[in-house]
């Protein structure tokens, strides 16, 4: 869908015209005239598919040289009958001496729109129920206690001071593991 239709005129010769073969509309939109050369006029007229429901601003407009113009194209949405209009967008230069007609559609919105609404709740994921893995903190409760278990079980089999130092060493890191989480 388009906002604006750009043509450029002068760019490739004088007189010359270059745009889109077709394009396609929801609402109302701009042509953008951007002349690359002498200044002219450029004529624009809606073909009969168009008519009833395409209205042009003003259809001769004067495009200063080295310049740009646009004009408004208002789309009337209440009077298509069915889901989209066909039709021609018909511009000249030199009276008639260049011209080019342009296949235009225009479209319901309310039936062509294929996007999403997104808000704020799609940023965050779907709660399904609780994990253990929801609170860290007791999963690091949990591996604290395997720490001192196995620590305990080495303690009584070694029975080493080192060993035993190990183990209160092991406790302290838990302990203070456990102090952290509770604040």
Same mark, same amino acid.
Request: net charge negative; glycine share 8%; no cysteine.
């Given at each position: ?128 129920? =609780?994990? +253990? ?5 007791? /999963?690091? $409760? #949990? !591996?604290? @206690? %395997? ?17 035993? =130092?190990? +183990? ?5 890191? /838990?302990? $203070? #593991? !456990?102090? @952290? %989480?509770?604040?």
């Amino acid at each position: 869908m388009t906002d604006e239709l750009p043509v450029h005129i002068n760019r490739e010769g004088v007189r010359e015209l270059e745009v889109p073969d077709t394009i396609e509309a929801t609402d109302s939109f701009d042509v953008r005239f951007v002349n690359h050369g002498e200044a002219l006029h450029v004529h624009l007229n809606t073909g009969d598919g168009l008519s009833r429901v395409v209205t042009v601003d003003a259809g001769n407009r004067h495009v200063p040289g080295n310049g740009e113009r646009r004009v408004r194209i208002d789309v009337d949405i209440d009077a298509l009958n069915e889901e989209s209009a066909f039709g021609t967008l018909e511009l000249s230069t030199s009276y008639g001496a260049e011209q080019h007609q342009i296949d235009v559609e225009i479209k319901d919105p309310a039936v062509t729109r294929t996007t999403v609404d997104v808000d704020d709740t799609l940023a965050e994921p779907p709660r399904t129920g =609780a994990t +253990v893995f929801d609170r860290p903190e007791l /999963v690091v $409760l #949990a !591996l604290g @206690l %395997l720490a001192v278990v196995l620590a305990a079980i080495t303690a009584a089999v070694v029975d080493d001071i080192l060993v035993v =130092a190990g +183990v209160g060493v092991v406790l302290t890191g /838990v302990l $203070l #593991a !456990l102090a @952290l %989480l509770l604040r």
